[in-house]
């Protein structure tokens, strides 16, 4: 996923695409040399094509004439830019319906032109959403229409001569952005200097090359687990990857590709067994939603093929075996390189079986096979279980200890075979505010509770105390402190499974109680087991704790001090 899309169709995603150096442009080569998964790819290509026809503007009396649609019914450059991306590789693939199509290209063009016309004068784009003028955002453009540029030109589509002209004069004014403008997060120097690396193949510019060098001195910014800053697992790591991929081959930079490199080991530990990606410590939008390895594909099969690396081959079959359709977004590195169309070398198996612990994500890791765990320090869900594609997405626990008793640990401490989340409140009460400094007006405002002396002092310790079992997990949640103190510990399942052994809770879409015994979480073939259960009180809307997740939820319910032992098999 480079980039949020906006188009009408969610199909319309698998036209995001990227670039690489012209000097793996070579010679057409016949559909009969594609191997068949990219022969695939290009007919969900064409399936592509055939819905973003249906949402451009084709009036010719209208002034947004070439542009297409978002899902918000707003005419866009993202939107627009998916019809030339998409349509080049139609154009480019001898075995799409729309080879050389000149029809197609009619189309192409009129994208382009309407690109033109949204161009800012200072060659930036707008990202409607939230970015004005956005040099970032023009930089994710370019960085997918130069590829478009030369898949077109190496199509031989009569008339693209034309088509090819009005391209170049957009990406040339994009590049008067991106040589001078600015950026928001980490990811944007990458994105800037690998869209500048991709115009500097086509139309060489010492002004493109000092912008790279300078983002370049900046540094790559990856933490010791081998993690980019964002700790984005499922959208900027990989693109951080790919854009490292690009510039690294453009720039003959091949030190980048360490970065890239360590990031794939790192994320080889990040595999849930159904071939999901652990997202539960990203710093961005990806944080805790459920993703697929997809936008890691490319990464890995070019690395997997220049290094020889055998785990990298296994993870690619991994990702072509539990996201194989979507990997077809990225379609355009693999019509332009070549190379990357033999067949994988011999696999040797990615760790299944291992404890892990990534300190600068304050994240712990635990894989058996088919069954995993996931410790989160600084995150109101610390703890999480999958069995197959039973999925536990997370524990919470809470008090109403004065409003603020949501639990979350600053760190994991391991001791021996056990990890520990510790958490300590307080709760106050204030006395009169000294005399000497008592406003005239009597305004609370001019009061602060730091200058009153405290009383009545309330406490309240949580730790939680998480081991392996032979057979799963098991959570221990204790209290000291302050006592009748109502607590709720909840079970966050994904949705979609079956639940046993548990009590409805009345006035509730999906909330339920365990109140003794082993209570049973059903997703197709497969179960998690949890128990035992405790349920002292039905209050599940503690104040101060987070409202429930629209997700089937189990409580163990009790008073403080609150001590409870749950396993899960």
């Given at each position: 996923m480079d980039r949020r899309h906006f188009v009408k169709n969610s199909a319309l995603a698998i036209c995001s695409v990227a670039t690489i150096s012209p000097t793996y442009l070579v010679a057409r080569r016949s559909a009969e040399q594609m191997p068949p998964w990219l022969l695939e790819m290009v007919t969900r290509n064409d399936t592509s094509i055939e819905s973003l026809r249906k949402f451009q503007v084709k009036d010719t009396d209208s002034p947004d004439l070439g542009g297409l649609r978002d899902g918000f019914d707003i005419l866009n450059p993202h939107s627009t830019s998916a019809m030339v991306q998409c349509g080049a590789a139609g154009l480019f693939s001898p075995s799409s319906k729309y080879y050389k199509s000149t029809d197609l290209l009619a189309s192409v063009n009129l994208a382009v032109l309407y690109l033109i016309k949204t161009q800012h004068s200072d060659g930036t784009i707008d990202l409607l959403s939230t970015n004005f003028h956005s040099t970032p955002d023009t930089g994710f453009l370019v960085k997918r229409l130069a590829m478009a540029y030369m898949l077109m030109e190496k199509s031989g589509t009569p008339g693209v001569d034309k088509v090819l002209a009005n391209l170049k004069t957009f990406l040339l004014k994009c590049g008067e952005a991106l040589s001078v403008g600015g950026i928001h997060t980490p990811n944007h120097r990458w994105v800037v200097s690998a869209a500048l690396t991709r115009l500097n193949e086509l139309w060489p510019n010492p002004k493109y090359v000092n912008r790279?060098?300078?983002?370049?001195?900046?540094?790559?910014?990856?933490?010791?687990?081998?993690?980019?800053?964002?700790?984005?697992?499922?959208?900027?790591?990989?693109?951080?990857?790919?854009?490292?991929?690009?510039?690294?081959?453009?720039?003959?930079?091949?030190?980048?590709?360490?970065?890239?490199?360590?990031?794939?080991?790192?994320?080889?530990?990040?595999?849930?067994?159904?071939?999901?990606?652990?997202?539960?410590?990203?710093?961005?939008?990806?944080?805790?939603?459920?993703?697929?390895?997809?936008?890691?594909?490319?990464?890995?099969?070019?690395?997997?093929?220049?290094?020889?690396?055998?785990?990298?081959?296994?993870?690619?079959?991994?990702?072509?075996?539990?996201?194989?359709?979507?990997?077809?977004?990225?379609?355009?590195?693999?019509?332009?390189?070549?190379s990357l169309w033999v067949e994988l070398s011999a696999e040797k198996p990615f760790p299944v079986s291992y404890v892990k612990t990534f300190a600068n994500s304050g994240l712990v890791r635990i894989r058996r096979d088919n069954r995993d765990s996931t410790l989160i320090a600084n995150n109101p869900v610390w703890f999480t279980f999958m069995k197959g594609n039973a999925v536990l997405q997370g524990l919470r626990f809470a008090s109403s200890f004065f409003g603020k008793g949501q639990f979350q640990s600053e760190k994991i401490v391991r001791n021996g075979d056990t990890w520990e989340l510790t958490q300590k409140l307080d709760g106050p009460y204030f006395q009169p505010y000294p005399k000497e400094s008592l406003p005239n007006d009597g305004d609370w405002e001019k009061m602060p509770r730091t200058y009153r002396p405290q009383s009545e002092v309330q406490l309240l310790e949580t730790k939680v105390r998480i081991k392996e079992t032979a057979e799963g997990m098991e959570v221990e949640v204790t209290t000291r402190g302050t006592e009748r103190v109502p607590a709720a510990l909840e079970l966050i399942f994904r949705p979609g499974g079956e639940l046993k052994g548990v009590v409805k809770i009345e006035n509730t879409k999906d909330s339920w109680l365990l109140k003794e015994g082993t209570g049973t979480y059903r997703f197709n073939d497969d179960t998690i087991s949890f128990g035992p259960g405790t349920a002292l009180h039905k209050n599940i809307a503690l104040r101060g704790a987070l409202p429930p997740m629209e997700a089937p939820t189990v409580f163990l319910t009790g008073f403080t001090p609150f001590k409870h032992v749950i396993r899960f098999s």
């Open positions: 790279i060098e300078q983002w370049l001195g900046e540094r790559i910014d990856m933490d010791a687990d081998g993690q980019y800053n964002e700790k984005s697992t499922f959208i900027y790591s990989s693109l951080t990857d790919r854009l490292l991929i690009t510039i690294a081959k453009g720039m003959k930079k091949p030190g980048l590709l360490d970065n890239v490199r360590k990031n794939l080991n790192m994320t080889m530990y990040y595999v849930h067994p159904n071939g999901e990606v652990v997202t539960d410590a990203s710093g961005r939008q990806d944080k805790a939603v459920v993703g697929t390895l997809e936008n890691y594909y490319y990464p890995y099969r070019y690395l997997a093929i220049k290094d020889k690396n055998p785990q990298y081959a296994a993870m690619c079959r991994m990702i072509e075996k539990t996201a194989g359709p979507k990997t077809g977004a990225f379609i355009d590195y693999f019509l332009t390189d070549p």
